[in-house]
């Protein structure tokens, strides 16, 4: 495991390396190489600061601590804003510390990707569905930034507009715009430092100890492999293809619902399948919430519902490969 850890420190420093020539004459290799090493950096690296998140005419704070020991991953993120809400992650397991009345009700759950590590690993398939150049040398949280445009090659998915320290090679900035343009959210550091601490002292909650503290475990989801004898996928929209398949009970229903998620790599799309539900009309139709676009539809009797930070035509796309067999 400690071999493991070199291994990405070593394929971390020669990113830096490769990613400090100038950018002016890079070539598409040598922009990809930039948004690779942002990839690693946000894992590999042990830092501290301050986020805002924007969304419509809402934003808040975020104050994040995350230190990687060659191995482990831990992270603390404290909303600043309102209710003080705490996310604690190691790994990709996430607990959420979340005061409601005189209770502190924690969660667990699956980890997703959290800024500044909102990149995967691999880019080979970002790579196929979008385009990437690079823009001029800005400044962010009082550092320089490169700005990456990350560009899709149709209207199926949204771009993207990344700020990489020169330094750290770690994203400080990451704006998501729609097909018209316009700015769907914002993520943004304002202050960002490196730390070299061991102490894991930081890594436990904050909140208020003399309130009662009570366990919601989310439903754990089973994996389903098997072929449905109701329904199956046609042709996905291009560049997006299945990652993942499992069956939840959710409360308040009495069988369980197939979860369905896509990927081009970076969007996300979430299919939800289950049984119609007798004497509560079907949902049909779309919208769209901030950043999120929601469709729901009918096969058989399935009740088809996508939702995913993608355009409209995309959910409506994945909603209509469903076919319903019997």
């Known amino acids: ?20 020539q100038s950018v002016l004459a890079a070539s598409d290799d040598e922009k990809w190489q930039i948004l690779q090493k942002a990839a690693l950096a946000a894992h590999a690296l042990s830092y501290q600061g301050i986020f805002v998140c924007q969304s419509g005419q809402q934003s808040k704070s975020v104050q994040i601590k995350h230190f990687f ?54 880019l080979a398939a970002v790579k196929q569905s979008y385009t990437l150049r690079t823009g001029d040398i800005e400044r ?5 930034a490169q700005v990456l445009f990350l560009e899709p090659k149709d209207d199926l998915r949204y771009s993207y507009r990344f700020w990489i320290d020169t330094e750290y090679g770690l994203i400080l900035k990451s704006v998501m715009f729609n097909n018209r343009n316009e700015m769907m959210d914002s ?6 430092n490196l730390v070299n601490s061991v102490d894991l002292d930081w890594f436990k909650p904050k909140i208020d100890s003399k309130k009662n ?41 009495p069988l369980p ?40 539809s009918v096969a058989g009797y399935l009740q088809i519902t996508v ?19 019997k």
């Open 1 to 20: 495991m400690r071999m493991k850890g070199f291994v990405l420190a070593c394929l971390f420093a020669s990113a830096l390396s490769s990613a400090s």
């Open 69 to 122: 020991d060659g191995q482990n991953e831990f992270a603390r993120n404290v909303l600043l804003d309102g209710s003080p809400r705490e996310v604690l992650s190691q790994g990709g397991d996430l607990i959420i510390y979340n005061p409601k009345n005189e209770k502190i009700v924690i969660e667990k759950r699956r980890g997703q990707n959290m800024f500044p590590a909102v990149l995967p690993a691999n």
């Open 140 to 144: 962010v949280a009082g550092r320089e």
């Open 187 to 192: 993520i943004s550091f304002t202050q960002l």
């Open 213 to 253: 503290y009570v366990m919601e475990d989310e439903a754990p989801a089973q994996a389903d492999y098997n072929p449905s004898p109701h329904w199956m996928l046609k042709e996905l929209p291009a560049g997006y293809r299945k990652v993942d398949q499992m069956l939840r009970m959710v409360h308040g229903k």
């Open 257 to 296: 619902i197939t979860h369905v998620v896509f990927s081009d790599g970076l969007a996300s799309v979430s299919l939800f399948i289950e049984p119609v539900t007798n004497g509560v009309k079907p949902r049909a139709g779309h919208s769209v919430v901030g950043n999120t676009s929601f469709y729901s």
């Open 307 to 325: 939702l995913g930070e993608v355009p409209e035509a995309t959910v409506a796309a994945i909603a209509n490969s469903v076919v319903f067999i």
